[in-house]
């Protein structure tokens, strides 16, 4: 069974980001894209960087790696997601409005995603995690 649930998990993130770049390196280069392990290559629209570059501080520009991984929340109690690591939780919880968890960690609900998906759709990425 568990061999099987990997199997499955591992199909899931097959278009995982692979050579994440900053926010930084992105408006540097002025190639707002990324791969995946599959080979494709995901835009990111210059309109949601600089949306991201405006509410950054500098710090955050040259730390903070596209797209933000927001991933299944086993831990809590009822369906959830989460973001973790810093700037990243840091970053998304000022979209949203929120206070992070702890630092580093940030629990989103699915109003909350969908407020994130209508803010920065192609900034982020799903992971489904076991």
Request: charged share 20%; glycine share 10%; proline share 0%.
């Given at each position: 069974?568990?061999?099987?649930?990997?199997?499955?998990?591992?199909?899931?993130?097959?278009?995982?980001?692979?050579?994440?770049?900053?926010?930084?390196q992105m408006m540097d280069?002025?190639?707002f894209s990324y791969?995946?392990?599959?080979?494709?290559?995901?835009g990111i629209p210059k309109e949601q960087v600089d949306y991201l570059w405006e509410i950054c501080d500098d710090a955050e520009k040259i730390r903070l790696r596209l797209p933000i991984f927001v991933s299944t929340d086993i831990s809590a109690e009822n369906?959830?997601?989460k973001v973790e690591g810093t700037p990243d939780a840091d970053v998304v919880a000022r979209i949203l409005d929120k206070k992070v968890h702890r630092e580093g960690y940030l629990r989103l609900y699915h109003p909350d995603l969908r407020d994130l998906k209508a803010k920065i759709p192609d900034a982020i990425m799903v992971v489904f995690t076991p």
């Open positions: 069974m568990v061999d099987f649930l990997a199997s499955v998990m591992s199909e899931l993130n097959s278009n995982l980001a692979v050579g994440k770049r900053t926010l930084e280069s002025g190639d791969r995946t392990k599959s080979g494709s290559v995901i369906g959830a997601w």
